[in-house]
């Protein structure tokens, strides 16, 4: 794999709970999955080793500081990047509702009624990969 192939490790971070992705640059998920924020450096770590990611890509919100002293102590190789979250939540929502289409009654509520009924911090990280590569064009 070269560095073009690569893909990237992307951290939503939060508080109580972190999204993870594994993205590649052709928009490829290998990996996803939603965390306890205390498991974030051992599982980046694992998420690293198994797919060998050219960078950590994390979101730069108030809670970004506490993550990423936890991939810096776990990854300390690796070039970690700061990405704009801005509306990401908004767009993971919309993301994970189109996966997810609701059922039932549900699917006669306009989409900005539907609540996920589970986390979707996941979806959030694969955003910020996505706006990795697309700053990168």
Same mark, same amino acid.
């Given at each position: 794999? %070269?560095?073009? $192939? ?31 924020? =205390? =498991? !974030?450096? #051992?599982?980046? #770590?694992?998420? !690293? ?8 890509? !994390? ?5 970004? &500081? ?7 102590? %776990?990854?300390?190789?690796?070039? !970690? ?7 990401? &939540? ?16 549900? #699917?006669?509520?306009? #989409? ?8 979707? $911090? $996941? ?15």
């Amino acid at each position: 794999m %070269t560095e073009n $192939d690569a893909p990237v490790l992307a951290v939503d971070p939060g508080r109580d709970k972190c999204g993870l992705a594994v993205v590649g640059p052709t928009g490829v998920i290998h990996h996803r999955a939603v965390i306890p924020a =205390e =498991e !974030l450096g #051992r599982r980046a #770590r694992a998420l !690293l080793d198994r797919y060998h990611p050219r960078a950590i890509v !994390l979101g730069d919100s108030t809670t970004a &500081s506490s993550c990423r002293a936890a991939l810096a102590r %776990t990854c300390p190789e690796m070039n !970690l990047v700061l990405i704009n979250e801005r509306l990401s &939540s908004q767009a993971a929502r919309r993301r994970y509702l189109e996966a997810h289409p609701p059922r039932g009654w549900a #699917r006669l509520l306009p #989409r900005g009624l539907l609540t996920p009924g589970e986390p979707y $911090d $996941d979806y959030a990280a694969i955003i910020l990969a996505e706006r990795y590569f697309g700053s990168m064009e």
